[in-house]
């Protein structure tokens, strides 16, 4: 039996000639299926997944793996410290549209705390929209190589104890991190920093989306080789972070979407970047990732030629009293 993923729309400013929808998510191994409209600027791609894909990744495995896990104990969960540089120069930067919307759904834009900062991508962009952010991450090797920013001071700080003075910021920020967070102790921690009517913001993005043809290829050649090695956290993000407790008062999430545009040296740099593709490597070395390489490349026409690469994002926003 497989259970069909609902579509959403995405407003965004697209590239000249894009009008599209999407999955919500694309969890590893979903199978694609395709359906052209009409017009060619408008194609839809539809997502099934089986029952047993629903229910998450298999245990991980690999050295990265296993030492995400172990660092549990120190009180979160470590997955990126060891691909600090990969990360910050291959993540993609949230569209300022997001930013935008945050700042004027705040009760103000005083002060705003990034949580899971890692190398600072959002909180830079919180930046454009508030007086101060203060960025904190629980891992030393993310904020060493944190974006500097006049108005971001970033300090290493788990989330559940930021440090804050009480009823200090108007946004917390949480992006592409919340999976990684003890939820009951980083809650009691919101309420605790948040000023009357503050806004919690968690987001993220999962998937990537080239066309029906390239999607196929990602699918075979990249998405399934690591499905095993995935940590379990990450099926809330998969999910929208729909399946998670969030005691707050919800408001509508905007529907924004990352349009970059990559060559493959690019794309797979972005992919390299993932806990489950270093797991993979760990365990077995690169050839999986040279033959992906390769099976994209005969695709792609010209490896140097950039495509539209679309990462829709999710959202969840709670109101605090």
């Not at 569209?95 to 600072?120: E, I, K, R, V």
């Not at 969840?316 to 009293?321: A, Q, Y």
Request: glycine share 6%; proline share 7%.
């Amino acid at each position: 039996m497989s259970r069909r993923w609902s579509r959403r729309h995405i407003d965004a400013t697209p590239p000249r000639g894009y009008k599209q929808c999407f999955t919500h998510s694309r969890p590893p191994s979903g199978r694609l299926c395709v359906r052209r409209y009409s017009a060619a600027t408008r194609v839809t791609w539809g997502l099934t997944m089986t029952t047993d894909e629903a229910r998450g990744p298999r245990a991980p495995a690999g050295e990265t793996a296993a030492r995400a896990v172990n660092t549990a104990s120190l009180g979160f969960i470590d997955a990126f410290s060891d691909a600090a540089k990969w990360y910050a120069s291959a993540r993609p930067t949230y569209p300022g549209a997001l930013f935008q919307f945050l700042a004027d759904s705040a009760p103000a834009t005083h002060c705003a705390w990034d949580c899971g900062t890692g190398n600072g991508q959002a909180a830079v962009g919180l930046a454009e929209r508030f007086e101060w952010v203060e960025a904190t991450d629980a891992s030393a090797d993310q904020i060493a190589h944190a974006l500097p920013n006049p108005r971001v001071r970033y300090r290493v700080a788990q989330a559940q104890e930021s440090g804050l003075p009480d009823r200090s910021v108007d946004l917390i920020s949480v992006a592409q991190a919340l999976h990684w967070f003890d939820l009951q102790k980083f809650y009691t921690e919101v309420r605790r920093v948040a000023r009357p009517g503050a806004l919690l913001a968690v987001y993220g993005y999962n998937w990537f989306y080239l066309s029906p043809q390239l999607d196929l290829l990602v699918d075979r050649w990249l998405l399934r080789p690591i499905e095993s090695y995935w940590l379990p956290n990450l099926r809330f993000l998969w999910h929208g972070y729909r399946t998670i407790d969030f005691p707050f008062e919800e408001i509508t999430e905007p529907r924004l979407a990352m349009y970059l545009s990559w060559n493959l040296a690019q794309l797979l740099s972005y992919y390299r970047t993932w806990s489950a593709t270093r797991s993979r490597i760990a365990a077995e070395g690169e050839q999986f990732l040279a033959d992906a390489r390769d099976a994209l490349a005969a695709a792609w026409d010209d490896p140097e030629h950039r495509r539209t690469v679309v990462m829709p994002i999710t959202a969840r926003l709670g109101r605090l009293p």
